[in-house]
């Protein structure tokens, strides 16, 4: 067995614990309302099993990290499985570092799954191992994307801590303006989950049935109009949107679906423009069945359904270790997505900034959690405002993480689909 035989299985075992892990956490914190257990009892000893479990997890996934490291000879963060699989091995780092000094259980309940989905979401891309590109061949590779995906992990586990805050905050029984109007965003925010846990089902559902629909288009080579190339576009998932100009090809039988219903506008640009807002389609309409089922399942919202789960949480402790994990990862992400990418690109482009569009988004995170953090230290930003802002952050960090990379064409373009 070689090393990247290895190394994906260490991938699977990895996902597997944090699984397993998930489901403690949750024993760990619903098994206290037990009748006959003593609830600190039984949260020391489900909470030290549960915890064992996901550092066993982030042990094997190291295994993978460095496996791959040396099959491929550079740190595996080149594309976006790699990026993405490193970036849920943070999280899971950061977390066990917050959980170290805390000692809270529950935080696991939410970072676990959201280590879990992060990873899921990997697997749908490519795993070859490919080797780098000029302008990645540099010792910058390490230094900055390690820095920014530390950073982007304990945004994340702000994230986690501040939505539980919310949870643990928010009156579902109010009826007021004002509570409504919290309960309507909170609810929006686990919609915006469930729409990435439908494109994860909706791809891996597809692919497996092996779908598959192919365009093809011309296109001009080079500077003369008179050489023309025919170009081939293929999608895992049934054709709702086309690809600008082109002609469909074959395709497999989907509910009768034989042709495309739009085509994608031509001032969509990027790679595969036509493929990937296709995705974004399906994740929208997968994800919508999925909330929708589990809505008529709960009979009610699913913050609501989660909320009483938190009861017996102090929400100042939530609130805390969501400044905490956020004051930790501002500084290194500030490091790694800003100061060191600035130098880098100098090197490899010959100049320090070129308002790329994820350069652009980087430093919108940057100066979003630059605002909490001044909110919070100068304006007494505590609670509630302080959790919406850490949720709201990190919805930032996914778009320049996922939506810029798939959406927007750019010189980060690279780590794409394909």
Not at 21 to 30: D, N, P, R, S
Not at 73 to 83: A, D, L, Q, R, T
Not at 271 to 292: C, D, Q
Request: hydrophobic share 50%.
């Amino acid at each position: 067995m070689n090393l990247l035989e290895i190394s994906k299985q260490a991938f699977v075992i990895a996902f597997l614990l944090y699984c397993v892990a998930f489901c403690f956490y949750v024993v760990t914190i619903t098994g206290k309302t037990w009748k006959n257990r003593d609830p600190q009892l039984h949260e020391r000893k489900w909470g030290r099993i549960s915890f064992i479990t996901s550092t066993l997890g982030l042990i094997t996934h190291l295994v993978y990290v460095f496996t791959r490291w040396v099959w491929s000879g550079h740190i595996p963060v080149s594309n976006m499985y790699e990026f993405m699989t490193f970036l849920s091995l943070m999280i899971i780092l950061a977390f066990t570092i917050l959980y170290l000094i805390y000692r809270k259980s529950l935080l696991g309940l939410f970072a676990t799954p959201l280590a879990i989905v992060v990873m899921a979401y990997a697997a749908v891309f490519p795993k070859d191992v490919q080797p780098l590109i000029p302008s990645l061949n540099s010792i910058w590779l390490y230094i900055h994307v390690t820095l920014a995906a530390a950073g982007d992990a304990f945004f994340a586990v702000g994230f986690a801590a501040g939505l539980m805050c919310l949870l643990r905050t928010i009156d579902f029984k109010g009826t007021d303006k004002s509570a409504r109007r919290q309960k309507l965003w909170l609810e929006i925010t686990f919609y915006s989950i469930i729409i990435v846990v439908g494109f994860i089902v909706s791809v891996f559902a597809f692919r497996a049935s092996g779908y598959e629909a192919i365009f093809t288009s011309n296109a001009a080579q080079g500077n003369d109009a008179g050489q023309v190339s025919v170009a081939k576009e293929i999608y895992n998932l049934p054709p709702i949107v086309a690809p600008h100009g082109s002609h469909l090809e074959s395709t497999d039988s989907f509910l009768g679906m034989s042709k495309p219903l739009v085509e994608v506008p031509s001032w969509f640009k990027g790679v595969n423009a036509g493929r990937k807002t296709n995705t974004i389609v399906w994740a929208f309409i997968t994800g919508t069945i999925l909330y929708g089922l589990l809505r008529f399942i709960i009979r009610k919202p699913l913050s609501e359904a989660v909320a009483p789960a938190l009861k017996s949480i102090d929400a100042d402790d939530l609130d805390e270790i969501s400044y905490r994990a956020i004051a930790i990862g501002f500084p290194v992400f500030t490091l790694g997505a800003l100061v060191f990418a600035m130098i880098w690109a100098q090197q490899a482009w010959g100049r320090f900034w070129g308002w790329d569009p994820k350069e652009v988004w980087a430093l919108i995170t940057w100066l979003f959690y630059s605002v909490y953090l001044h909110l919070r230290l100068s304006r007494g930003f505590h609670g509630r405002k302080a959790s919406w802002l850490a949720v709201l952050g990190f919805m930032v960090v996914m778009f320049t993480l996922v939506g810029v990379n798939l959406i927007i064409a750019g010189l980060h373009s690279y780590a794409g689909t394909d």
